[in-house]
């Protein structure tokens, strides 16, 4: 089994990462703020780019998740390609990390209803 890990919270309003510009959000931090878009992003991906982002998140790289899926590594490397594109996000990790919340949030309100 995966290693068990907390995920930080995003920070606050008006709080900026180094580097940022106030006033602009770089491409994803967006959806920290507005989860509701994170989620219609996500509800966008294919059951497959859904699937293959998940396996990303729990830590799998390409071979594996090729070998899992029974596809190859390249057809891997296209899905997450697409993600990334319709997720907003330039690497995996940072879409793999915004979908964990997302399905940690979605959990919690499975959960309360």
Known sequence: MGRMFRLPDPPGPGVLARGDTPGALPPGRVFLENPDLFAERVRSLTPAQRAILG???????????????????????????????????????????????????????????
């Open 55 to 113: 396996l990303v998140a729990q830590g799998q790289i390409n071979k594996q998740i090729a070998h899992r899926c029974g596809i190859s590594e390249a057809t891997v490397k296209a899905h997450i390609s697409a993600v990334l594109g319709k997720l907003g996000e330039r690497s995996r990790v940072a879409a793999a990390v915004r979908f964990a919340v997302f399905c940690e949030r979605e959990s919690r309100r499975a959960g309360d209803a």
